[in-house]
């Protein structure tokens, strides 16, 4: 692995942003132009409020690499960010269909659906959310939780309206 991208990814991981955007940037001009090098700088440029940089950047991911779901997630973010959220919802769906059980992208997904107003579509992505992180966590809590997944999706609402 290029130093830099270790760096850079260091850099990240401790929410030092601009440090890690111009540590993969020196990555890609030594010829790391790949999707995962892109996808991080674009987090980077996220978490900065650089939507149009971020947003190129996981462009280039996905051109580097069509079925990057999580660059197309990233994406929906910056969308979600910039309030387009159809191109958001676009971006979010691409991504569930690459990986159907990427719960992050449901989850998103319902945000921007609530941010529409669209209640039913909501419940629906977040019943996805339930029933993913279910059948991941088969554990003891998971047994003894009653709660019927209307509670459940009505308590992940509540938690999404503070946000």
């Known amino acids: 692995m290029n130093e830099w991208i270790g760096k850079g990814k260091e850099y990240l991981a401790q929410k030092d942003y601009h440090k890690s955007i111009d540590a993969f940037s020196k990555a890609i001009e030594e010829g790391e132009n790949t999707p995962e090098v892109h996808l991080s700088r674009g987090i980077a ?7 149009e940089k971020a947003k190129a950047d996981f462009d280039q991911a996905i051109e580097l690499n069509p079925d990057y779901f999580r660059a197309y997630y990233n994406r929906g ?11 958001a919802i676009s971006d979010f769906n691409k991504a569930v269909k690459l990986n159907p059980k990427y719960t992050a992208a449901y989850l998103a997904r319902a945000k921007v659906y609530m941010a529409l ?3 039913e579509k909501v419940d629906e992505n977040l019943k996805m959310v339930i029933r993913l992180g279910e059948a991941r966590f ?17 308590e992940i609402k509540e938690s999404l309206k503070k946000d």
Do not use: H
């Open 117 to 119: 107003g669209k209640e």
């Open 45 to 51: 440029y996220f978490m900065i409020s650089d939507y």
């Open 138 to 154: 088969q554990t003891s809590w998971n047994v003894y939780d009653s709660r019927t997944i209307e509670e459940k999706v009505q």
């Open 77 to 87: 973010l910056v969308f979600y960010s910039l309030k387009e959220y159809w191109r």
